[in-house]
């Protein structure tokens, strides 16, 4: 049975694995991505037809991350598992917001009214902005600078 402190502790583990990789994805976002990795990346700034690019081999390492974590705390139930229930939950939430809501690859057609998911989706076409691999903006995804919020929520999620 779990301990209401055990309990506690996963769920700070959790929140704490959340956490970690946004600050992570955005490290590696900036110095890797955009820097040694751009082959790779660029492939999703200079968007071509087809549905798969060859920069979603990241979203393959960043889920990989979360399940070999998953696996190596499964038997013991440790720290492992609860850090990597935190990555995996952020994996699905950066999906969420990047593919699906940001790049529509689901035919996503709705439109998310409220101010800071408006604000989350206009950093990321300001990242977007820059297609060469000269100096960028807003490499997180979740965290992002305030000023691209609206004053008021739009009825486009497209910014102009
Ligand atoms: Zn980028
Ligand atoms: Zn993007």
Not at 78 to 84: K, T
Not at 142 to 153: C, E, G, M, S, T
């Amino acid at each position: 049975m779990m301990t209401f402190t055990t309990f506690l502790s996963a769920c700070a583990l959790i929140i704490l694995g959340f956490v970690l990789m946004e600050c992570f994805v955005y490290g590696f976002h900036k110095y890797i991505m955009h820097g040694i990795l751009w082959k790779i990346h660029q492939t999703h700034h200079k968007k071509g037809k087809g549905w798969f690019e060859l920069n979603d081999v990241f979203l393959v390492f960043f889920a990989s991350l979360g399940i070999g974590l998953i696996f190596s705390g499964l038997s013991s139930l440790d720290a492992r598992l609860w850090l990597g229930c935190g990555v995996s939950i952020y994996g699905m939430t950066n999906f969420f917001f990047h593919d699906i809501v940001i790049h529509r690859r689901m035919r996503w057609t709705y439109s998310i009214r409220n101010r800071y998911v408006q604000g989350l989706i206009r950093a990321h076409h300001a990242h977007h902005k820059h297609i060469d691999n000269t100096e960028g903006e807003e490499y997180g995804l979740l965290v992002f600078n305030p000023k691209h919020i609206p004053a008021r929520v739009s009825s486009s999620q497209i910014p102009e």
